[in-house]
């Protein structure tokens, strides 16, 4: 057993590893529980953004997407942003609880494999992480989004590029904002190289809220000439 191995053990034992979210004791970072208990969006959509359907629908696009032209194909979401799905996602970005990459990817990784998915792995070329700006990930010292995206690549064998769309402007945080300024807040926050021209792009973010990031990070992967960019979050706010 290595030294790395026995400290981890000897950790289990002083401190038994217990769910992040419940604390119950076990051997998952997210026990069955509490992933049970995640509120999953279902299948009515807004073909476009991906957004619950209600009754300002027209046909099978929300109002928005029906009246104004977006940079992406498509959003797709896997849960609602409450109950254990936003405990867990606050610890992971913000308490270092970088464990729950694991988990919280093969959510995502179970709905790309359904084969009802509107998201095709078969067309996608590249798996493209929203970025974080250098000085906000040298105080988390990792993004999230990366995290994921190295997860998924893993679990499909599309590779992942988290040097193509950088992030050149260091934005308020867009939890700290209305929604009107963070329409705007992210206006040319990005920049995206040619590696991307021609490829259909799976960009990938932890949160859908107001949809701003992803469709400036969109935005900039099609000036640069993508094909495509389809987006899958994990989360969506209600």
């Known amino acids: 057993m290595g030294l790395r191995s026995f400290f981890n053990?000897?950790?289990?034992?002083?401190?038994?590893p217990r769910c992040v979210v419940c604390h119950k004791y076990?051997?998952?970072?997210?026990?069955?529980?509490c992933m049970s208990a995640m509120k999953y969006v279902g299948p009515s959509v807004c073909k476009v953004c991906g957004g619950p359907h209600d009754n300002r629908f027209e046909g099978s696009y929300c109002h928005e997407c029906y009246m104004k032209k977006t940079p992406f194909?498509?959003?797709?979401s896997v849960a609602f942003y409450i109950g254990p799905l936003k405990d867990a996602l606050h610890a992971f970005k913000?308490?270092?609880?970088?464990?729950?990459?694991?988990?919280?990817a093969k959510m995502m990784m179970d709905f790309l494999i359904d084969p009802n998915s509107d998201i095709r792995t078969s067309e996608i070329d590249m798996i493209v992480p929203v970025p974080l700006s250098r000085k906000k990930k040298?105080?988390?010292?990792?993004?999230q989004a990366e995290l994921l995206g190295e997860e998924l690549s893993k679990g499909t064998g599309i590779v992942m590029d988290?040097?193509?769309?950088?992030?050149?402007?260091?934005?308020?945080?867009?939890?700290?904002?209305?929604?009107?300024?963070?329409?705007?807040?992210?206006?040319?926050?990005?920049?995206?190289?040619?590696?991307?021209?021609g490829r259909t792009v799976l960009l990938i973010d932890d949160i859908y809220?107001?949809?701003a990031t992803v469709r400036e990070a969109a935005s900039a992967l099609m000036k640069a000439g993508a094909k495509k960019v389809c987006v899958l979050t994990l989360a969506r706010t209600v």
Request: net charge positive; hydrophobic share 35%; glycine share 2%.
């Open 9 to 16: 053990s000897f950790i289990d034992i002083i401190l038994p």
């Open 26 to 33: 076990g051997k998952d970072p997210l026990c069955n529980e």
């Open 73 to 76: 194909y498509m959003v797709r």
């Open 94 to 104: 913000f308490r270092n609880k970088r464990v729950l990459s694991v988990p919280l």
């Open 138 to 143: 040298k105080v988390r010292e990792y993004n």
């Open 162 to 197: 988290d040097e193509s769309l950088v992030r050149i402007k260091d934005t308020t945080p867009q939890f700290e904002l209305s929604r009107e300024e963070r329409l705007t807040n992210l206006k040319d926050a990005f920049f995206a190289t040619d590696k991307v021209t």
């Open 209 to 211: 809220t107001t949809g």
